[in-house]
T-cell receptor, first 114, second 112 residues
Framework: DVKVTQSSRYLVKRTGEKVFLECVQDMDHENMFWYRQDPGLGLRLIYFSYDVKMKEKGDIPEGYSVSREKKERFSLILESASTNQTSMYLC?????????????FGPGTRLTVT | GEDVEQSLFLSVREGDSSVINCTYTDSSSTYLYWYKQEPGAGLQLLTYIFSNMDMKQDQRLTVLLNKKDKHLSLRIADTQTGDSAIYFCAETPNTGGFKTIFGAGTRLFVKA
């Protein structure tokens, strides 16, 4: 079974703080993704990575950066957290070359910025 | 552009059928998906359909694809309270890469 874990289920941070969200997958997947989920907007892609040290911007990268130093770990960084970044953050991974591009999701981190 | 649209809420009685509808814009998509998100959890792939199929059945689930209208539906027969969740329609456009486009999600309420 593929397992995607995220470092925290709930996080509360103050405006201006630097925030790190960690994601680890245990199935040797090449592709990893960070989404944010907001009511009525669904999932919006922030960044994705298809290999170690490789990253591509998604649809809403502003205010975020990512790091992929090891294949199994993909980190999302909020350089200076703002209240409009309060959201549910979901990490996912998928296997390169699979026909169906199925993504496996972590349980999410609910971030509140006050 | 790429877009996936679905209604936000659906309420049914236990034992009835649920039908969740979705429209997508990219006709190049090879696969279309339904993901399920239970409370407090991440998304999990429920089923998918290949673009050259019209219908796929898997136990209580039936997926219908109308490529001409770019319309996808998920029917859940004999809906149970355990089916209460958010259902996301998604597509992977065949434009290169593996980016998946998700709809906003339909929250299904099942009344006992």
């Amino acid at each position: 079974d593929v397992k995607v874990t995220q470092s925290s289920r709930y996080l509360v941070k103050r405006t201006g703080e630097k925030v790190f969200l960690e994601c680890v997958q245990d199935m040797d997947h090449e592709n990893m993704f960070w989404y944010r989920q907001d009511p009525g907007l669904g999932l919006r892609l922030i960044y994705f990575s298809y290999d170690v040290k490789m990253k591509e911007k998604g649809d809403i990268p502003e205010g975020y950066s990512v790091s992929r130093e090891k294949k199994e770990r993909f980190s999302l960084i909020l350089e200076s957290a703002s209240t409009n970044q309060t959201s549910m953050y979901l990490c996912a991974s998928s296997l390169l070359g699979t026909a169906t591009y199925e993504q496996y999701f972590g349980p999410g981190t609910r971030l509140t910025v006050t | 552009g790429e877009d996936v649209e679905q209604s936000l809420f659906l309420s049914v009685r236990e034992g009835d059928s649920s039908v969740i509808n979705c429209t997508y814009t990219d006709s190049s998509s090879t696969y279309l998906y339904w993901y399920k998100q239970e409370p407090g959890a991440g998304l999990q792939l429920l089923t998918y359909i290949f673009s050259n199929m019209d219908m796929k059945q898997d136990q209580r689930l039936t997926v219908l694809l109308n490529k001409k209208d770019k319309h996808l539906s998920l029917r859940i027969a004999d809906t149970q309270t355990g089916d209460s969740a958010i259902y996301f329609c998604a597509e992977t456009p065949n434009t290169g890469g593996f980016k998946t486009i998700f709809g906003a999600g339909t929250r299904l309420f099942v009344k006992a």
